[in-house]
């Protein structure tokens, strides 16, 4: 398949820009060099799901010349600081702070979906 | 022989730097900036039609759809600067969309530019358009639970506006449940009951406009 089939046959998931993005991140750092893994960390509030946004970097790099790169995604659950200041980690937003049951918090991790490392090969 | 790179990069990097870029921009035209977030069919576009009368030649609006120039019509039929972008299945605007157009519009008496994003309660959320605030709008007749179930974008809006409020006779909609919930996810979030149709909570949600203007 390619990106052209898929993008012809679905509506676009805002994943497809988010691998647009990846992919160009991962060739500016890939120093000319075969790209074997692609090492993300997907935030719990980032609002990127997983399935979608390895399926299009796969097929983007694969356009690309990269085939078969390894991804890698580590998930990054939502850490809070609550005024009080409980720092704590939860996905139940609807729950407040485990300490003092409040809600006047800051989300400090978990917010972001960011490419760690890449690994390449220059062989 | 294999290498390990360090990347530590944002899939956002990009889009955050031109967002910062038409940040700089929009204050040194002295613009306050709304970036209005809903699912199709909250009242976006009526909105700003009665923003549109009431402001004139003072507010400019960018629109986004998938397809066609129907909101940006409506918005200058009632009296304000407007242009459409159509993303032909892109479900949110980037800064750089934003950016690119922004050229078509005459903006020397404009205070208050208000960019209006696709219809989606998850994409958009998380770009940043070098907007001042991100408003989200709720219908009644979405269901008093969305918040909760979108927090994504509950969490970044500065303000929330509850449209329809006139259809409340008819639809199961606990308007304190889902300020509540506003609030939990957002301490300093501002509330407002508005039906477009009636008039009524326009005079506030005005009010804080005001509030926000720096031109």
Redesign the interface.
């Known amino acids: 398949m390619t990106v052209d089939f898929l993008l012809w046959l679905t509506t676009p998931m805002h994943e497809y820009s988010v691998a647009l993005n990846i992919a160009d991140l991962v060739l500016q750092h890939s120093q000319g060099k075969r790209i074997e893994k692609v090492n993300l960390s997907i935030g719990d509030m980032s609002g990127v799901f997983y399935d979608s946004l390895t399926m299009y970097l796969q097929l983007i790099l694969d356009e690309k010349g990269h085939k078969n790169v390894m991804l890698e995604a580590k998930f990054i659950p939502a850490t809070f600081v609550c005024a009080c200041g409980k720092e704590y980690t939860t996905s139940k937003m609807a729950e407040g702070c485990p300490a003092c049951a409040g809600y006047d918090r800051k989300i400090i991790a978990g917010k972001d979906c960011q490419v760690e490392s890449i690994e390449v090969n220059d062989e | 022989?294999?290498?390990?790179?360090?990347?530590?990069?944002?899939?956002?990097?990009?889009?955050n730097q031109v967002a910062a870029e038409n940040r700089e921009v929009f204050a040194k035209k002295g613009l306050t900036v709304l970036n209005l977030v809903s699912s199709a069919g909250s009242g976006k576009t009526f909105l700003l039609e009665v923003m549109a009368k009431r402001y004139g030649p003072e507010m400019a609006v960018i629109t986004g759809d998938?397809q066609m120039t129907y909101d940006a019509d409506r918005i200058q039929a009632a009296g304000s600067q407007a242009v459409q972008i159509e993303t032909h299945?892109?479900?949110?605007l980037?800064a750089a969309m934003v950016r690119d157009r922004l050229g078509d519009l005459k903006l020397e008496k404009v205070k208050l530019l208000v960019i209006e994003n696709i219809g989606n309660l998850?994409?958009p959320?998380?770009y940043d358009l070098g907007e001042n605030i991100k408003v989200a709008l709720l219908s009644v007749a979405e269901g008093d639970e969305k918040p909760?179930k979108y927090?994504?974008l509950f969490?970044r809006a500065r303000a929330v506006i509850l449209t329809k409020i006139d259809l409340l006779p008819y639809v199961n909609f606990n308007v304190e449940r889902a300020q509540n919930?506003c609030?939990?996810?957002n301490?300093q979030v501002q509330f407002f009951k508005t039906s477009c149709k009636t008039g009524e909570g326009m005079e506030e949600w005005f009010g804080f406009l005001k509030s926000l203007q720096n031109k």
């Open positions: 022989m294999s290498e390990k790179i360090e990347v530590k990069t944002s899939a956002q990097s990009v889009n998938i299945g892109t479900c949110h980037t998850v994409c959320s998380t909760m927090p994504a969490l919930d609030r939990k996810l301490p």
